[in-house]
């Protein structure tokens, strides 16, 4: 691995003030799955009957997401990448019980820009 995935910057967007990309190694991903157990889907069926949030489903996607980022960035790391441009999340439910996360993006090398040179003297 070329370099540690916990430098791997992550951005939603095209273009990051201040660099320039100098290599596109192309489409990055990371997925992970996690099943909900029985004692949250039980409990998120008496919530439905109160409303509010459900808190065990919260901590679960945020936990996925995590996990999924980590994948990417580690794939991208791998690649020989040091970012990762206009990342998104896709999410899947499987069956009743579990849910699936991708994180995706466009795996690059971004480079800072040179300053502008200093003005000529008056």
């Not at 998104?88 to 994180?103: H, I, K, L």
């Not at 466009?106 to 502008?116: F, S």
Request: include cysteine; glycine fraction near 10%; proline fraction near 7%.
């Amino acid at each position: 691995m070329a370099v540690d995935p916990q430098s791997i910057l992550v951005v939603t967007t095209q273009d990051v003030p201040g660099f320039r990309v100098t290599r596109v190694f192309g489409e990055v991903f990371g997925c992970t799955s996690r099943s909900r157990h029985m004692f949250s889907t039980m409990g998120a069926g008496f919530k439905a009957l109160v409303g509010g949030e459900l808190v065990a489903f919260s901590k679960l996607i945020e936990e996925t997401r995590i996990e999924a980022i980590w994948r990417m960035r580690t794939n991208a790391a791998n690649m020989g990448a040091n970012a990762v441009i206009m990342m998104r999340f896709d999410n899947e439910s499987m069956a009743q019980t579990a849910g699936g996360t991708v994180a995706y993006g466009t795996a690059v090398v971004l480079e800072p820009l040179l300053p502008a040179p200093p003005a000529p003297p008056a």
